[in-house]
Each structure stands twice: as structure tokens, then as C-alpha cells.
């Protein structure tokens, strides 16, 4: 069932977030950090300490997922920061789904983005380059193929954020 008192709040933020990061390649603080603190009282406030509880491990699952990408220089701080307070309204059960949409959403603009800029293959050879890397180097961020390259081809994911959230809501 979806989760009425989320769905409005959740919505906007995820709407003025997507265009944002479309327009600045950034989320900024100022939209997430409210977002994230309004969702852990609203519960605290609306279901006691079991809602609190939940609003924390919504939280806990944004940064050990996203925390793990964003470790490894393919996430930015901001999509962390979004999802963060995201699974502080949602929880982590519905932010974990979402999580799964989100990756396969991200994946399939990925592939668009980078049709879109003519970098396909070049975006194929680096996933690959990444995968062996992991194999030699273990979990360690790529010295080049990250975020920070300037070079680097950087995809606003708050839009896949938003697809994996909202997919989120009607699926349960």
C-alpha cells in the first residue's frame, strides 16, 4: 500500500532535485538535508519510536548502498544526501526496491546518455576496465575512471533516483 503521507513530499522533492541535477549536475544541501530531518521527526512525530526506528534504517540503507558508489567515485555526495532522505520517509524495506529500480533505471539512461554523446563504446571499454580492475585491485575507486576525471562523461542520476522512487510507491 502506498504510503500517503510520503508520496506528495517525496514527489516534489524528487522533481525539484531531478531538474536541479539535469540543469547543474548537482543536489544541492539545502533540498536534501530539510527533506532528510523533516522525514526522521514526521516519523518520530506520526509513529513514535518503531517509526523512528524505520526512518533510521532508511537512512543506514541510502548510505551503506549508495555510500559504497559514492566510495568508489561513482556516485556524487548529493545522490547519497537525496537518497538518504528519501529512505528517511520510506524506510528501508521500500528504499532497498527502490534502490534496485533506481540501478536498473540508471543503467538503462546510462546507455542513452551515452548513445545520446557518442561515448558508447568508450563508456562499454571503461565498465570493463572497472570490472577487471576490481578482480586486481579489489574493491579500491579506479585511479581515472571516476567522477573527479574532468574528462569524464557525468550522468545527472537524480533523475534514475526519482524513476526507482516513484516505481517504488506503486509496486507495493
Known amino acids: 500500500m502506498m504510503q500517503t503521507v510520503a508520496w506528495w513530499p517525496t514527489l516534489i522533492i524528487l522533481v ?32 513514535g ?7 533510521v534504517a532508511g537512512i543506514a540503507v541510502a548510505v551503506v548502498v549508495a555510500g559504497i558508489l559514492c566510495y568508489l567515485r561513482g556516485m556524487g555526495m548529493g545522490d547519497l544526501k537525496l537518497c538518504a532522505a528519501v529512505g528517511a520517509w520510506i524506510g528501508p524495506g521500500q528504499l532497498l526496491f527502490a534502490l534496485i529500480v533506481t540501478g536498473i533505471a540508471g543503467g538503462i539512461m546510462a546507455v ?16 570493463a576496465e572497472l570490472l577487471s580492475g576490481f578482480r586486481k585491485r579489489g574493491l579500491r575507486p579506479h585511479p581515472v575512471i571516476a ?6 562523461l557525468k550522468m545527472p542520476y537524480a533523475p534514475a533516483i526519482a524513476v526507482g522512487t516513484i516505481f517504488s510507491f506503486f509496486a507495493r
Not at 532535485?17 to 530531518?37: E, G, H, K, M, Y
Not at 567522477?147 to 569524464?152: D, R
Open 16 to 47: 525539484v532535485a531531478t531538474v536541479i541535477d539535469i540543469r547543474s549536475r548537482r543536489i544541492p544541501n539545502w533540498l536534501s538535508l530539510p527533506f532528510l530531518l523533516i522525514g526522521v521527526v514526521g516519523s518520530a512525530i506520526r509513529g
Open 49 to 55: 519510536l518503531p517509526a523512528f526506528g524505520q526512518s
Open 112 to 127: 542513452g546518455y551515452a548513445l545520446w554523446h557518442g561515448s558508447l563504446g568508450r563508456s562499454f571499454d571503461n565498465t
Open 147 to 152: 567522477m573527479e576525471n574532468c574528462q569524464a
